[in-house]
Nanobody
Framework: QVQLVESGGGLVQVGGSLRLSCLAS????????MGWYRQAPGKQREMVAQ???????SYADSVKGRFSISRDNAGNTVYLQMNSLKPEDTAVYYC???????????WGQGTQVTVSS
């Protein structure tokens, strides 16, 4: 019922910045939370940042002060501004959304972020 498409990944130098975007389509009137997870090679997928339907953000400790999540007024697009990037930020970043009722989860296909030293 919901499709998520990420964009904005790429190769960046240490200390650089990228902005990821995720556009939701389908039953967007049912969207609740949106956010970003990442998975590095050999690691489990971890939450990076989330934002509620009302705009309240939360962040993983590893990215606090460097990343900023935001959501457009329509509630169907979420952004992740990534600053002061480190090599350990290298991962595939996945857009996440859930819906009401029932909080059904949806995932994007992922976008690669590579931070080179």
């Amino acid at each position: 019922q919901v499709q998520l498409v990420e964009s904005g990944g790429g190769l960046v130098q240490v200390g650089g910045s990228l902005r990821l975007s995720c556009l939701a389509s389908g039953s967007i009137f049912r969207l609740n939370r949106m956010g970003w997870y990442r998975q590095a090679p050999g690691k489990q997928r971890e939450m990076v940042a989330q934002v509620t339907r009302l705009g309240s953000p939360s962040y993983a400790d590893s990215v606090k002060g460097r990343f900023s999540i935001s959501r457009d007024n329509a509630g169907n697009t979420v952004y992740l501004q990534m600053n002061s990037l480190k090599p350990e930020d290298t991962a595939v970043y996945y857009c996440y959304a859930d819906t009401t009722p029932g909080y059904t989860p949806y995932w994007g296909q992922g976008t690669q972020v590579t931070v080179s030293s």
